[in-house]
């Protein structure tokens, strides 16, 4: 059964809404008194309150705000009189969920409530299926034991609890988007949506009405108005992704907007306000581009109030085999087989030097286990992977500097021509899998070039 509470110092509105409500699936209790009202629903809170928007006593706003604080998945209605439909906005745009201006009718009521207590029910169930997907591994929730890994977990933890913007610096691979929705889910913002911006992969034309709308008219084939994707974040998180890539004159139009929380559409003239949470992310040297003039200094503090920098997987020796063993079982339960892998199987795991990082050890086992029969993986299950690893008698001959030079150039060009092919030549396509710019991309490809051609 539903329980809701309505808070109103009208005793007449609190029968009527009894009245229209009454049903055997719903318990309404009405409160004329705020601060009684406040204690019940602190003490012990129920699906859904109802809340009058002026009280003499305490005003909607004052227990709102309690209530929010204590209880910010609580679904709160507003009940307001003409006048004050301006501040039930306001409070919608704080984590109120809907308002009804008075007098309303019971339709607009009922439907008001089974709105509110429908998203409820379905924020739980989504819960409980987050959990038992955490549960069977089959989510990109945080999995490390590293303790450089672990500390950069935590500090992401305390920084979730506010709202302040978060810079996430590290090699492509690493988990940047995936400690992004990390701070997400710990966050107040977490029942809001996550709106994740690749910068890297629109061109400069597009980006800008994809980040900010338009509205109709504003250029040749904008028919309609448009909401840009920072305008469907509002209430939710902000992930952009790659922010190096992004040109200097939008990086000016992005900082007005991290400033007053308010942007311009494309073509238009009315200031819209959107309250979301800005997590950032690049693997560029953000202070060298500062310094040829390519990334605005302003922008680079107003981002960084928290700045969090993921050791790559190289240094964190005690991930390589908890990660393999942990996209073995997840790919092998998705791809119904019975997968293990022998102790030389990790080991040769540790041996390599993973230029791709976490993204390219997570490949790495999918590939194996859709190709593997049932059974057990062995070292020599990974030399299409790494060639070079057959050549480790050749490379042991040489100075360290240059065997792992030619360790790492050999692995790029094998792992670059992987990705080339599995996108089917499509360069591109190639860079956004391997988590690179394509300029970046076509760079390791002319490399194989460069050493035939010296041969």
Known sequence: ?????????????????????????????????????????LANPPDLVLLDMRMPEMSGEEVFARIHQAHPGLRVIFLTAFGSVEGAVLA????????????????????????????????????????????????????????AMLEQVERCRRAAATDATILLLGESGTGKEVMA??????????????????????????????????????????????RGLIESADG????????????VELQTRLFRFVEERQLRRLGGLEPVRVDCRIVCATNQDLAAKIKAGTFREELYYRLGVVTVKLPPLRERPEDVAHLGKFFLERFSRRNGKNLTASPRFYEALL????P????????????????????????????????????????????WKEARERYLASFEVSYANSVLSRCDGNLSAAAR???????????????????????
Request: include cysteine.
């Open 1 to 41: 059964m539903s329980r809701v509470f309505v808070i109103d110092d009208e005793p007449a509105m609190g029968e009527n809404i009894q009245r229209m409500l009454r049903s055997p699936e719903m318990n309404v209790l009405a409160f004329t008194s705020p601060r009684a009202g406040l204690e019940a629903v």
């Open 181 to 226: 929705r990390y701070v997400h889910a710990q966050s107040r913002r977490k029942s809001g949506p996550f709106v994740p911006v690749d910068c890297s992969s629109m061109p400069g034309t597009l980006i800008e009405s994809e980040l900010f709308g338009y509205e109709r008219g504003a250029f040749t084939g904008a028919e309609r108005a448009k």
């Open 351 to 354: 041996g390599q030097p993973w």
């Open 433 to 455: 899998e391997a988590g690179v710019d394509r300029k970046t991309f076509y760079a390791l490809l002319r490399r194989e070039r460069d050493s035939q051609s010296e041969e």
């Open 236 to 247: 939710g998180t902000l992930f952009l992704d790659e922010i190096g890539d992004l040109g």
């Open 92 to 147: 919608m745009r704080n984590g109120a969920f809907d308002y009804l201006p008075k007098p309303f009718k019971r339709e607009d009521l009922v439907l008001a409530v089974k709105r509110a207590l429908s998203h409820a029910t379905l924020e739980r169930e989504v819960q409980t299926l987050r959990g038992r997907l955490e549960q069977l591994g089959e989510t990109d929730h945080l999995q490390s034991r590293s303790p």
């Open 356 to 399: 791709g990082n976490v993204r390219q050890l997570k490949n790495v086992m999918e590939k194996l286990t859709a190709l593997h029969p049932d059974g057990t993986l062995e070292p020599e299950d990974l030399a299409e992977d790494f060639p070079c690893a057959q050549a480790g008698s050749v490379l042991a001959r040489l100075p």
